[in-house]
């Protein structure tokens, strides 16, 4: 009797064998084989000629304003996500369902029709367009726009990772601090934070990796001026357009060593919080309509 | 869970929680959403609607708008589902055995949501093209794979991968052995038990993914510009529609073909809602 529910629990060895193959397969083909071309491509005029291309003015200008962009638009996404949690996660108030899905908003809307708003605000024909231009302050085809764009696109990273955990922890531990006379900054950071730490970096990581990596809302805002409004992500597209392989595959492999370096720290955060990591965890069911 | 339902409807009863910040940290969040989120949408709507009714649905509604659209949808399900196939394949390989290089295949999973999306377009147009590792031999086979519906197929499955695995790997990990015990000794066999026993239980999740999947397939646009090959009415899909509506000044036009997007965005985050709505009632 034993043996026999072994053997209906656990799969046959062949079958074993042939479905991990399978799913290797296909992580390889579709994941592991672009990762390694995008090297190989990089390398193909040997290291100096990665180094030449890193090098040029431009890619430098370009890898300037990515790490700029991350550098306002992740601290900004942070506190903003900390401030919904709080408001969410340890508070009742009606509407709350509908305000977790509108923070969701920007996962499903087109990158480019996130662009193309900004340029219907901020452009010259714009809402705001003629007292911008009068002013003289540039946002569209700036930097202001390309962090504005960046910020919409990794709006729900953090929020999405934080409220969901802060809800979990429950009130009991707050109220506690603060009926014992604490503060509710003091309870914030000496309560709060501890329980949520993990989470909170697990969503700043990702976040910070789509902040230099996002494209096409981007796009539609840069203009595309060389060495002044092309971040990495867009310099890589100028330089395969142009046909510089080495050049744009050099960009390339730049930022795959940013996502392996995110999945390596990734993997380290779910060591410290194996339950309640996920990039597509699901929001509790209360706070749904 | 019965516990924290009902601590939910007691602190819903309180008056006012003790907890303090509520009016700043509300504040700051409505503000920033309807600043960075609600009002650049608005203004989306706002444009096409200017163009007035009839202007607006021969923008919206062009043929060469219609296939796009088309487009842009058929690849998204054909990706979602492939997604769907191999994501519960890796996610029950990931649960279910235990293999050398399990947590490195565990970690690339991810790669996806790391991986910068213009790099994956230029990567996979490089690899699929017909001079490139995978597609000079399918080129031996006559099977073109780049500059075609095939390679925009490739690269929102690429964007996709993740999110499958992910929502039914937790459910595959909590799916007690229980419950398939039990069937394998009421008499069912092993195929039996799992069209039975196991697929049902992971449907929700499963489906939870794939619309997940086909959501962000909808609108991607950087892995999928570089291996499209981009002509009107054959493979240009939507999102780069609107880019060449923009590139020429048509502010009008870009809206409008926006704002269908933008319904279409709608649509997805609303069947997402109930579909994890009824995935954590079924779970629960």
Redesign the interface.
């Known amino acids: 009797m034993t043996s026999k529910l072994q053997a209906s629990t656990d799969d046959p060895a062949w079958a074993r064998v042939g479905l991990i193959a399978l799913a290797v397969a296909f992580v390889a083909l579709m994941l592991v084989l672009p990762l390694i071309s995008v090297f190989a491509q990089a390398l193909a005029k040997g290291i100096p000629g990665t180094l030449a291309a890193l090098s040029d003015p431009d890619a430098l200008a370009a890898i300037r304003l990515t790490l700029i962009t991350a550098a306002i638009a992740v601290p900004l996404n942070t506190a903003f996500g900390v401030c919904a949690a709080w408001a969410i996660g340890k508070h009742d108030f009606p509407g709350k369902a509908i305000l977790v899905s509108l923070i969701d908003l920007p996962f499903s809307v087109s990158p480019v029709v996130a662009g193309l708003s900004y340029v219907l605000v901020f452009g010259l024909q714009g809402w705001f367009g003629a007292w911008l231009g009068a002013h003289n302050i540039k946002i569209i085809f700036a930097t202001p726009g390309i962090v504005l764009a960046t910020i919409f696109v990794t709006f729900p990273f953090i929020a999405r990772e934080v409220i969901p955990l802060m809800q979990a922890q429950g009130r009991d531990e707050e109220e506690a601090a603060i009926s014992l006379g604490a503060g509710g900054l003091t309870t914030f950071l000496h309560v709060t934070t501890p329980n949520v730490r993990w989470g909170l970096m697990y969503g700043i990581l990702l976040c910070n990796a789509r902040a230099m990596g996002e494209f096409g809302a981007v796009s539609v805002v840069s203009g595309h001026i060389r060495g002044v409004t092309d971040t990495m992500p867009l310099h890589v597209e100028i330089l395969y357009n142009e046909y510089d392989m080495v050049g744009a595959f050099s960009v390339a492999a730049l930022l795959c060593l940013l996502a392996i370096a995110t999945l390596v720290l990734k993997t380290a955060l779910e060591h410290f919080q194996p339950q309640g990591l996920d990039v597509v965890a699901p929001i509790p069911e209360r706070l749904r309509p | 869970m019965a516990v924290?339902?009902q601590?939910?409807r007691v602190?819903?009863s309180r008056p006012r929680?003790?907890?303090?910040?509520?009016g700043?940290?509300?504040g700051?969040?409505?503000l920033?959403?309807g600043l960075?989120?609600?009002?650049?949408?608005a203004?989306?709507v706002?444009?096409s609607a200017l163009l007035g009714w009839g202007p607006f649905i021969a923008a919206a509604f062009s043929s060469r708008a219609l296939h796009a659209y088309a487009l842009s949808i058929s690849a998204a399900l054909f990706a979602a589902t492939l997604n769907a196939l191999?994501g519960l394949?890796?996610a029950?390989?990931?649960v279910?055995?235990s293999?050398p290089?399990r947590?490195i295949?565990?970690?690339?999973?991810?790669?996806?949501?790391?991986?910068?999306?213009?790099?994956?377009g230029?990567?996979?147009a490089?690899?699929y093209g017909s001079t490139?590792?995978?597609g000079g031999l399918l080129a031996l086979l006559g099977i073109k794979a780049a500059y075609n519906e095939v390679g925009i197929v490739i690269a929102l499955?690429?964007v996709g991968?993740?999110?499958v695995v992910?929502?039914v790997e937790?459910v595959l990990r909590d799916l007690s052995?229980d419950v398939?015990?039990a069937?394998?000794?009421l008499g069912?066999?092993?195929l039996q038990?799992l069209a039975r026993v196991i697929l049902p239980a992971l449907a929700p999740a499963w489906l939870?993914?794939f619309s997940?999947a086909f959501?962000?397939a909808?609108?991607?646009?950087?892995s999928v510009i570089?291996i499209a090959g981009n002509m009107p009415y054959k493979t240009e899909i939507?999102?780069?529609l609107?880019?060449i509506e923009?590139e020429q000044f048509d502010?009008g036009s870009?809206?409008a073909i926006?704002t269908v997007?933008?319904a279409l965005?709608?649509i997805?985050?609303l069947t997402?809602?109930s579909v994890?709505?009824w995935?954590?009632?079924a779970s629960?």
Do not use: K
């Not at chain 2, 929680?17 to 509520?22: E, T, Y």
């Not at chain 2, 960075?36 to 949408?41: A, D, G, Q, T, Y």
């Not at chain 2, 909808?218 to 950087?222: D, H, R, V």
């Open positions: 924290s339902q601590a939910w602190g819903r929680s003790v907890i303090p910040g509520f700043l940290t509300l700051i969040t409505l920033a959403l960075v989120v609600l009002i650049p949408l203004s989306v706002a444009r191999f394949l890796t029950w390989v990931l279910r055995y293999f290089g947590g295949l565990n970690a690339l999973v991810d790669l996806p949501f790391a991986l910068p999306t213009a790099v994956a230029v990567s996979l490089g690899l490139g590792w995978i499955t690429f991968l993740p999110f992910r929502t937790p052995n398939e015990e069937a394998a000794s069912a066999g092993r038990t939870t993914g997940l959501a962000r909808l609108g991607e646009y950087g570089f939507a999102p780069l609107i880019t923009l502010y870009a809206s926006a997007m933008l965005a709608l997805m985050l997402i809602n994890q709505a995935a954590s009632r629960a």
